[in-house]
T-cell receptor, first 115, second 114 residues
Framework: SAVISQKPSRDICQRGTSLTIQCQVD?????MFWYRQQPGQSLTLIAT?????????ESGFVIDKFPISRPNLTFSTLTVSNMSPEDSSIYLC????????????FGPGTRLTVT | AQSVTQLGSHVSVSEGALVLLRCNYS??????LFWYVQYPNQGLQLLLK??????LVKGINGFEAEFKKSETSFHLTKPSAHMSDAAEYFC????????????FGAGTRLAVHP
């Protein structure tokens, strides 16, 4: 398994500002993902963070709104830009361990409230 | 495209009773399937997974799930509920494209009564 930490654990931000969320893994991993969990909802994949190249975004999510960095195999950041109250969600980082025994592990999440 | 349907957004059982949480999937290829649990104000914890080995999969905390291809189902069960099982449970299928991303169901909130 992998141990994943996220910073900050929660934040309250004003609309129009941006917040960068950090994700740190205790081992090198190929696959890193960012999910959003809106209040009372399930998880939706925002993007796959690719090491050394641009992130792969899912339909409905764009780089200008959610820029992602992946400078190495243990770290990634997600920025929520120009925030609005609709961005209030839990943002979760996850990592995948490949191969025949594929598993995906999640960080504790960042609870974002936009006022 | 892959998808997951969880029947029942809320399930309520008595302590000691059988827990059954339903999950049906849609996939054009043999799927990888997962159950996760989310306790209040926490991240997701992997309960168990099906990756085309044994169809009956045993996980942590006494949970198990059976993969039934003919029914496209992967229901989660536990013989005897405990108060500490109260949480949100998510079924997920690995998405297509070989990138290992997960597609989640809407979730089922399990309540356990004394």
């Amino acid at each position: 398994s992998a141990v994943i930490s996220q910073k900050p654990s929660r934040d309250i931000c004003q609309r129009g500002t941006s917040l960068t969320i950090q994700c740190q893994v205790d081992s090198q991993v190929t696959m890193m993902f960012w999910y959003r969990q809106q209040p009372g909802q399930s998880l939706t994949l925002i993007a796959t963070a690719n090491q050394g190249s641009e992130a792969t975004y899912e339909s409905g999510f764009v780089i200008d709104k959610f820029p992602i960095s992946r400078p190495n195999l243990t770290f990634s950041t997600l920025t929520v830009s120009n925030m609005s109250p609709e961005d209030s969600s839990i943002y979760l980082c996850s990592v995948g361990t490949g191969g025949a025994s594929y598993e995906q592990y999640f960080g504790p999440g960042t609870r974002l409230t936009v006022t | 495209a892959q998808s997951v349907t969880q029947l029942g957004s809320h399930v309520s059982v008595s302590e000691g009773a059988l827990v059954l949480l339903r999950c049906n999937y849609s996939s054009s290829v043999p799927p990888y399937l997962f159950w996760y649990v989310q306790y209040p104000n926490q991240g997701l914890q992997l309960l168990l997974k099906y990756t085309s080995a044994a169809t009956l999969v045993k996980g942590i905390n006494g949970f198990e799930a059976e993969f039934k291809k003919s029914e496209t189902s992967f229901h989660l069960t536990k013989p005897s509920a405990h108060m500490s099982d109260a949480a949100e449970y998510f079924c997920a299928v690995e998405g297509s494209g070989g990138y290992n991303k997960l597609i989640f169901g809407a979730g089922t909130r399990l309540a356990v009564h004394p």
